[in-house]
């Protein structure tokens, strides 16, 4: 009789303090949750098709054009945006369109991008990238 008396006691205990914690605010748990805003995106260059070394991955801030650097710059055979990320590549230096090339002289690229841009007509042509979140 005894135990079964403080067995009820501790399960009035534990549901009282439980009734009794606060109750967090929708709103504030949303926020809590809510992913930050991006502010760079990452895109992945091969000079072979099908991802063929030499390849490097790099890191850029959105809404900025970069150049390649001379290593990648007229040789990049396979280029992949990270996911959540598409990206602007441009036959110029300076993110700049070069009318009456195919494309206007820029692709746009999504993930997981192109293993191979012969297929698409811009293999070796990549000078400049600019990428947006997708």
């Not at 054009?65 to 055979?77: N, P, Q």
């Not at 990270?82 to 036959?91: H, I």
């Not at 993110?95 to 195919?102: N, R, V, W």
């Not at 000078?127 to 947006?132: E, F, G, K, L």
């Amino acid at each position: 009789m005894l135990f079964t008396t403080n067995l009820l006691s501790l399960i009035f205990l534990l549901t009282t303090s439980t009734l009794s914690s606060p109750v967090p605010d929708a709103a504030a748990a949303a926020e809590a949750e809510a992913p930050e805003k991006r502010s760079v995106g990452g895109v992945y260059f091969c000079n072979d098709i099908n991802w063929g070394a030499p390849c490097y991955h790099r890191t850029q801030e959105l809404a900025v054009c970069k150049d390649l650097s001379s290593t990648y710059a007229g040789k990049v055979s396979s280029i992949g945006p990270d996911q959540g990320t598409k990206c602007s590549v441009y036959s110029l230096a300076g993110c700049i369109p070069s009318y009456g090339e195919p494309y206007d002289g820029h692709l746009e690229i999504t993930y997981p991008g192109i293993a191979d841009l012969r297929t698409v007509n811009f293999n070796d042509k990549a000078q400049s990238v600019i990428c947006y979140a997708a």
